[in-house]
């Protein structure tokens, strides 16, 4: 049984900031690449950014350079950093980890979301 939670979302006006976070819980070895996505209503969810096991990092295009994803191993979390917010930022935040068992399984899991809403 792996457990992903994340925390830190909420309403914030434009321009304001917002810290996600996402801790995996569980029996396992080790987790790969970890990913944040989000889904606005009446939208698909899509990628928003993603961080290897060696700390490499994407985003898509219309969150580049204000938002930054980071990981701590040691604590099995992964952050999203969410800086200059914008209304269209507006969204279910889920973060998604790849979980390693064994060096023959691994499998992905998604915490349960976090809403982000940006207004004024």
């Known amino acids: 049984q792996v457990d992903l939670v994340e925390s830190g979302g909420g309403l914030v006006q434009p321009g304001e900031s917002l810290r996600l976070s996402c801790a995996a819980s569980?029996?396992?070895?080790?987790?790969?690449?970890m990913d944040w996505y989000r889904q606005a209503p009446g939208k698909e969810r899509e990628l928003v950014a993603t961080i290897s096991s060696g700390g490499s990092t994407n985003y898509a295009d219309s969150v580049k350079g204000r938002f930054t994803i980071s990981r701590d191993n040691a604590r099995n979390t992964v952050y999203l950093q969410m800086n200059s917010l914008k209304p269209e930022d507006t969204a279910v935040y889920y973060c998604?980890?790849?979980?390693?068992?064994?060096?023959?399984?691994?499998?992905?899991?998604w915490g349960q979301g976090t809403q982000v809403t940006v207004s004024s």
């Open positions: 998604n980890a790849e979980i390693i068992f064994n060096p023959w399984t691994r499998n992905k899991y």
């Open positions: 569980g029996s396992f070895v080790s987790i790969d690449g």
